[in-house]
């Protein structure tokens, strides 16, 4: 017999976390799969080959091991299993993809089984599984919280009365075991259960943003991390690589809520200015107040970045396509009203990601990318039609400077704030905004208007704001090739949410 590399994932993740719309169906979705993934996953593979599993990682909805002595149809076997197990734990809610190969000998070996069970894997995704009956009591009836057929629990709280599903029950049942906030709680000394620390929901948070009934999505992940990944050759390695990957974004979301919590204690706020709703490996869902959103995913990925370089400087780790400045993440980010789907939302924050990540590869930029949209009032669910309708992206002529690498985000948002504390009044951005939009003299008008502000700090702030967002030549154009783009429209979208001292 040999030894098989397996990996295995939890390929419907974002569905079953967040299939509901309420805060604490997703934190207890979130809890119960960190539970599947992290403990329970690695302690079935344990009883089932007692002393023969090599563990490499297991985080962020998926795992990968080796096991000593063994065959594929042995593995497959264990891991179908392994699969009822977590089927029946979420009562349908989740289930388990996996691949397995077998490990050849020499020093490829690891890196080439790797790469197969991967390509493995991506096949097998999509195709059903074997159907399991779900648990039911009225087959006639829906579920009140997801709306899937058949209820199987009367669930009392709050006075309040609803017939569940089994899996929206798994859910509830496991909101205040998260391992993920737990760990938080502890970085930061907190006192008491940890959930008593948490924003109580999205509602809570709108209510504390600058402007009132919005909050801010940040949904971030690892650039370029499947590259890095597959050229590794050790599985030591790989386990080095997973930890500093997982502990540093532990680590760097931590730093940063921590810092926002020390300036929200003169706020008398005894609860943490974010909610975290999904955080492992390089991946994280987090909801703050609308005027934490951007400063968050910039110090998140500033902070993310040097905390893996000095951790593999001090590991003395040296990984293909890895230099010494650390890895990177980008991240998507959405202002959304606290009333609206949070499924909708977390979309349009995921394709904001996917834009900051094409926009870095374009740029081939050595740092993380933010894309950002206040999807609040936007009535188009794809946000491609936003950007391309509202914004005119692909026209020759945009009207926003979104996606930005991090460091051009912080100069954005440091200079708007300047115009804030200058006392530049929201009509004046507003009407810089739609002379931009207009197209027409829009040199001509901007200049007269910047001339027309009251007071001489303001006309400073404002001619400062142009030149560090690149329109300092032409207002209020920034030229990249046959683009011209302008970033004032993004100022007027912000500046409700601006208070002059943060
Ligand atoms: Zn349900």
Known sequence: MRNCLAIVDFPSVK???FGTDRAREIRGASALLERLNVVDLPRSL???????????FFSGGAGLFTVESATPAELDAALERIDDKIHSASAGGLHLDWSVVELGTGAEAF?????????????????AKRPRPRERLGVFDECHSCSSPG??????????EEWICGTCKAKRDNRREGRSWRDLAERLGLQGHPEEHRPDDFSWLAARSIRKGYAGLVYMDGDAMGRVIKSIAHPDHYRVFSKVVDESLRAAVGKVIGAYREKWRNRREDRLPADVLLLGGDDLVMVTTADLALPMAIGISAEFRSATASEFSAKGMKIEGLDQKGLTVS?????????????????????????????RAEAKADEGFVDFADVSQSRF??????RRIGQGIGSGTE???????????????????SVVEAGVTKGRINQLAAVAGRQLNAGFETRRLIARAKRAEQREALLRFFESNGMGENPPWAFEGRIRRTAIADLATLFPHLEANP
């Open 15 to 17: 569905k079953f976390v």
């Open 46 to 56: 344990e009883k089932e080959f007692e002393g023969r599993i090599r563990p490499v």
């Open 111 to 127: 890196a080439a089984a790797n790469r197969r069970a991967h390509i493995l894997l991506a096949g097998r995704k999509g195709i």
């Open 151 to 160: 209820v199987s629990v009367r669930w009392t709280e709050d006075g309040q």
């Open 331 to 359: 991240a998507g980010v959405a202002f959304f009203k606290d009333r609206q789907p949070f499924r909708v939302v977390l979309e349009q924050a995921e394709s904001l990601l996917r834009s900051a990540k094409r926009a």
């Open 381 to 386: 669910v794809a946000l491609e039609d936003v």
């Open 399 to 417: 009207l926003t400077c979104w996606p930005r690498s991090a460091s051009r985000a912080e100069a954005f948002l440091e200079s708007a704030r």
